[in-house]
């Protein structure tokens, strides 16, 4: 399901959609976001799109495709996150105004799934959104 990017730029960031500048290799914060969104309602995370003045603006990424591979590496390393929740069609490139940025659609994990951690830390990996 490809969402209107558009229009999510245009409303912000907000419960269910998290901006990421992502200029080298991937944020740090992208896994706490992943396991937030997992474990609560889901959301959207978009790499190549920071927040200025509670506004969102393009910058894109670069080598976006190595980013994508990067992603479903560390994804299915359960040294940095315990399960990977995410199938193909929910990670994409889009662009916009010419820049490519990358689109995460996390679903809520199931039930039996949670909690999802990262960094292979029970106690301190688990993040709510």
């Not at 359960?78 to 679903?107: A, F, H, M, S």
């Amino acid at each position: 399901m490809m969402v209107d990017i558009n229009d999510i730029i245009t409303k912000g960031e907000g419960a269910l959609v998290e901006a990421k500048k992502s200029s080298k290799g991937l944020p740090d914060s992208l896994w706490e976001s992943y396991s937030a969104f997992a474990n609560t309602n889901g959301g959207i995370i978009l790499l190549g799109v920071s927040e200025v003045d509670k506004k969102l603006v393009v910058s894109g990424v670069s080598d976006a495709q190595d980013k994508i591979k990067m992603l479903w590496n560390n994804l299915n390393n359960q040294q940095k996150v315990n399960l990977n929740i995410l199938v193909e069609r929910q990670v994409y490139i889009q662009t916009i105004d010419g820049k490519e940025i990358i689109v995460i659609e996390v679903p809520r994990a199931d039930r039996r799934d949670k909690p999802i951690y990262i960094n292979n830390d029970l106690q301190k990996g688990v993040y709510l959104r």
